[in-house]
């Protein structure tokens, strides 16, 4: 897919519905780090892990997830990473393009919204 759009360890289930729709509004496709599916007992999800799936999009989002190793060295160098995580201080925003602190729930609900304003723009 040309976007990818995954929820992380820091996603609660409104969060995980969110990550969905916006993956849907960009085109392109969700997914989930290895801890979330884990917990949740996603074993039919798409994982992207070096033990999951490795992914090569244009644009990578990770919602609410720190950048463990395992869970980046899935993503493709040359993607544009955008990070949204609530502790500054998370791994992943060393290699992020763009990042968001902030609650991933609150910050999914307005990208989405101002998404869907967009659309109804002429």
């Known amino acids: 897919a040309r976007v990818v759009v995954t929820a992380g360890a820091g996603c609660d289930a409104q969060a995980r519905q969110l990550v969905d729709e ?11 780090t290895r801890r979330i599916a884990n917990n ?12 999951g799936r490795s992914v090569t999009p244009q644009l990578y989002s990770a919602c609410g997830a720190s950048g463990s190793m395992s869970h980046l060295g899935a993503v493709s160098p040359d993607a544009e990473i955008v990070a949204i995580n609530s502790d500054p201080k ?3 925003f060393r290699v992020a393009s763009y990042g968001i602190v ?9 990208l989405i919204g101002e998404l869907k304003k ?3 723009s002429p």
């Open 90 to 92: 998370a791994p992943i």
């Open 102 to 110: 902030g609650d991933a729930t609150e910050v999914l609900t307005r």
């Open 22 to 32: 916006l993956a849907a509004a960009l085109g392109g496709t969700s997914a989930l």
């Open 118 to 120: 967009r659309e109804a």
């Open 40 to 51: 949740l007992g996603g074993h039919d999800a798409r994982i992207v892990d070096v033990r």
